[in-house]
């Protein structure tokens, strides 16, 4: 179905709850298999159809933050939210305590039924006012980031178009649309900082009236990390710190010299070549031809994908006053039809957000022909971002398509980028576990706390006359740590395995692609280690992957001629 046609109705709770327990109810005095799975069945379309009228609230909120009425809705799901999963919580207690539990396994898997346990432990009634508040807090920092108006270049800006001038020629217009941005976060700085200490706050008392030693443990059973620990995230780290961080400060060093500038500041760094940074060719509505062609060839499967979601309109892609930041992918449920949101803006991040999402919706589309269990059509975070950072690198035959001359530098950038982005990645990563560590700190000791690791895995960085971003403040513009709480580590987990893909691809294509296939057709069915095993992806956790993978990265970026 068009996502305009799509029809939104808010959630009859009361209705939700009745017909959800009614069911609950059937469940716990049956033992006839056949009913079970009919029962079962009811009571995921209720839930599905619950979860798209939902989504449908919060993608056309993000479109519009100005719409009153979205604005309304989104409002009125903080109070909704806990209710659905107070009935959820009975659910999976139900199915977890069910005679017939052997049948359960055997039916749905093992996999289905621990991460029904996760479900279980991380909710309680006692909570649903803690996470009522949550969903209210996060939502008044996206108000705050997606209603920047920022006066430059004689025009009002929100902060998706003033990135473009950050990859301006004259370091001038660099160093004072960066200011800009440094005077709108200074402004905002008394209400950011308060928002989130309080989500630190309402996050720690949430673990701790679930038993939780602190918000870390809650947090990563929250994002179903099943198969590995924060212990193994910390050696990871350690390892990007060891390999990367010395191999990322050469790569900044050499930009500066390509620049001529011997002073690098943070805003020079957006600038990637003296001649200008490699920009798509063409308007929103050409590259979305050009992408159709691009995943037309690519294969029959991306052929089918992305002509569902231009036939169906399932992509706002452009910048304008009022949208939220950023891109993402979610999907419609009930019409097992993924969206994408992005915010073009002229620059190669077009391209990137575009095959970056795509990947996500892709997966989403693909997985919906394999899996039965709407439950596990999705993965954990950090194996959905192999999904969308895997496209990335899949895309790169066709890059000529949207960059024309500018390709090898695009190619250039893209894989150096990929690299000198996991030190940020972990810095946010290391941040939050300090955060939650200590969730008493003050607004400036956390401050401190993102001051400390910038040294030590990003010392390159100067903030020069941005004097704001100098107290420590840099994390502010960083969205996940805000609304996803320890979801960043993903990305740097999910980096490694896509240079793997990469990697495969130019050895050998056939075998990479249907890898990769594969990967997307199991969806959310087995933990993330498991997954890497079942698409021959050796993990990032073991000791020798990163500096295998960086060493052999090195050679091929060196030998792409400007």
Not at 178 to 193: G, L
Not at 231 to 253: C, T
Not at 462 to 488: A, M, N, V
Request: aromatic share 14%; with cysteine; hydrophobic share 35%.
């Amino acid at each position: 179905m068009n996502f305009n046609a799509m029809p939104y109705q808010r959630i009859d709770t009361a209705k939700y709850q009745q017909e959800q327990n009614n069911l609950i109810d059937q469940i716990a005095s049956n033992q006839d298999h056949s009913l079970l799975i009919k029962l079962i069945d009811d009571y995921r379309a209720n839930y599905i159809k619950a979860m798209t009228n939902a989504s449908l609230a919060e993608v056309r909120h993000t479109i519009n933050t100005d719409d009153k009425f979205y604005d309304l809705e989104v409002t009125n799901l903080y109070d909704i939210y806990p209710l659905i999963s107070e009935v959820a919580n009975r659910f999976n207690k139900t199915i977890l305590t069910h005679p017939c539990l052997a049948f359960f396994k055997t039916t749905y898997g093992s996999y289905y039924l621990e991460l029904l346990t996760i479900e279980a432990k991380i909710f309680d009634s006692k909570i649903m006012d803690l996470l009522t508040e949550e969903s209210r807090l996060q939502n008044e920092y996206d108000k705050i980031i997606a209603g920047a108006k920022i006066p430059f270049d004689d025009k009002i800006n929100n902060l998706s178009q003033m990135a473009k001038y950050g990859q301006n020629l004259d370091r001038n217009i660099r160093r004072n649309a960066a200011m800009a941005v440094d005077n709108f976060m200074r402004e905002n700085d008394k209400d950011i900082s308060q928002i989130y200490d309080k989500l630190v706050k309402v996050r720690d008392q949430m673990a701790k009236l679930l038993g939780f030693k602190n918000y870390l443990e809650l947090g990563y059973l929250r994002l179903k990390r099943t198969d590995y620990d924060a212990n193994m995230v910390a050696i990871y780290r350690e390892q990007i710190k060891e390999h990367v961080v010395p191999l990322a400060a050469k790569f900044y060093a050499m930009q500066a010299k390509d620049l001529g500038i011997t002073d690098p500041k943070m805003y020079d760094f957006s600038l990637s070549y003296l001649d200008g940074n490699p920009t798509p060719k063409g308007n929103k509505d050409e590259l979305v031809k050009k992408a159709l062609i691009m995943y037309s060839e690519m294969s029959n499967e991306t052929k089918e994908f992305f002509n569902f979601m231009i036939d169906n309109d399932l992509m706002d892609l452009e910048t304008k006053p009022g949208k939220m930041s950023g891109g993402y992918c979610t999907e419609f449920a009930l019409y097992k039809a993924p969206f994408i949101f992005a915010n073009f803006n002229g620059t190669s991040d077009d391209v990137n957000t575009l095959t970056h999402e795509a990947g996500h919706a892709f997966e989403d589309y693909y997985a919906n022909k394999f899996i039965d269990n709407p439950d596990l059509i999705w993965p954990t975070t950090e194996a959905a971002e192999i999904d969308s950072m895997s496209m990335e690198f899949f895309s790169y035959p066709w890059l000529e398509l949207f960059f024309g001359n500018d390709t090898k530098k695009y190619k250039h950038s893209h894989m150096r980028d990929a690299i000198t982005f996991l030190p940020y990645a972990i810095t946010v990563d290391h941040f939050q576990h300090l955060v939650y560590e200590k969730p008493e700190a003050t607004p400036e000791e956390r401050k401190q706390m993102w001051l400390n690791l910038e040294k030590i895995y990003l010392p390159w960085r100067d903030y020069g006359e941005c004097s704001f971003t100098k107290t420590g403040t840099f994390w502010y513009r960083q969205g996940h740590i805000f609304t996803s709480p320890l979801y960043y580590i993903d990305y740097a987990l999910a980096q490694v395995c896509a240079f793997q893909f990469y990697l495969a691809d130019l050895k050998n294509h056939q075998d990479a692609w249907q890898r990769y296939l594969k990967l997307c057709s199991l969806g959310g069915t087995k933990p993330f280690l498991s997954l890497l095993k079942e698409c021959n992806l050796k993990s990032p956790f073991e000791p020798d992957t990163i500096k295998e993978i960086t060493t052999a990265l090195i050679p091929i970026i060196n030998q792409i001629e400007l």
